[in-house]
């Protein structure tokens, strides 16, 4: 059963972020746009208490956005974290997003690589994808590589690591791990249960989903694509893989649908499934439920060190 404090936050989130169903598509998109324009620029560190002092932060544009490069003080860290920021693909990386990954910074002793990718509606996946690969790539030259994403990040973490197998990029098998919370896999949005789950999640709203999923896609052709829907391309030979979701998600029936299809494809992925909870609820503060998937997702992480 759920905690009050879990509770507590599925009810105040979506009312703190003005969740609810698309009224009008233009005017989603006016409202997105103008969110987008107010974003601070830089990474957002104000949730990491004493972030300057005990962190150091690189950021690099040379991949025609910026990408931030953490590292726990004092620590020559042996591997990176390459982690994809959710966010529906029309909002950028977030407080909560840098505090988490500081986190597996400092207790996992790793980089981490926070890539700043251009959002929907403005931009598709086909101006970033490749230039994630290549972040990945170069990652994995240097070293061994985790490779992780929340929610849209997710998708885009699975997509990458697809073309960077595909691709021949890894050669020496430096990507060691995925971790994937409550991934958007599908975009296509296609599996019967999608219905019943959005009328259970209070945070999600199918009406925008299709909505930010047409953006991303930039055409109705490239839904079903792997770079896009990656739960629908080829799952062999991909490293092992860690998925954490709760039941009160919109994308449960996507992530069913990737841990039934990884099954098929012989993949090594353990899927962790939490009923009654809510969208990413490995990464919201101050709830037991958080707590118990951090020590499930640093034994998963921990494990793929050499």
């Not at 990652?139 to 997710?154: I, K, R, T």
């Amino acid at each position: 059963m759920p905690s009050l404090r879990h509770q507590l936050l599925a009810t105040l989130i979506p009312r703190l972020r003005r969740a609810g169903e698309l009224s009008s598509l233009p005017e989603e998109r006016e409202r997105v746009l103008e969110g987008q324009a107010r974003r601070a620029p830089g990474l957002a560190t104000g949730l990491v208490p004493g972030f300057a002092r005990r962190f150091t932060l690189v950021t690099d544009s040379s991949a025609g956005f910026d990408v931030h490069v953490l590292a726990p003080r004092g620590v020559e860290p042996e591997r990176t974290l390459v982690w994809m920021h959710g966010g529906a693909y029309i909002a950028g990386i977030d407080p909560f997003h840098v505090r988490y990954a500081a986190a597996l910074a400092r207790r996992l002793g790793v980089r981490v690589v926070l890539p700043d990718y251009p959002l929907a509606p403005g931009s598709t996946w086909a101006d970033s994808h490749d230039r994630l690969v290549d972040v990945v790539a170069r990652a994995c030259a240097h070293g061994p590589v985790l490779l992780g994403g929340d929610s849209a990040g997710g998708g885009i973490a699975l997509a990458v690591a697809q073309s960077v197998r595909d691709r021949g990029l890894d050669p020496a098998g430096s990507l060691e791990r995925l971790l994937l919370l409550s991934p958007w896999v599908d975009l296509t949005t296609s599996t019967p249960a999608t219905r019943w789950f959005a009328a259970r999640d209070p945070w999600l709203f199918e009406s925008k989903l299709h909505a930010y999923a047409d953006w991303w896609a930039g055409s109705p052709d490239d839904l079903a694509r792997p770079e896009v829907s990656p739960a629908l391309g080829d799952l062999s030979g991909l490293p092992p893989a860690l998925v954490l979701c709760g039941t009160r998600d919109l994308l449960v029936p996507g992530v069913r649908l990737l841990a039934r299809r990884a099954a098929e494809a012989g993949w090594d992925l353990t899927y962790v499934e939490e009923p009654d909870l809510i969208h990413v609820y490995p990464i919201l503060p101050l709830i037991p439920e958080a707590r118990r998937a951090r020590r499930t997702v640093e034994d998963f992480l921990r494990g793929s060190a050499r």
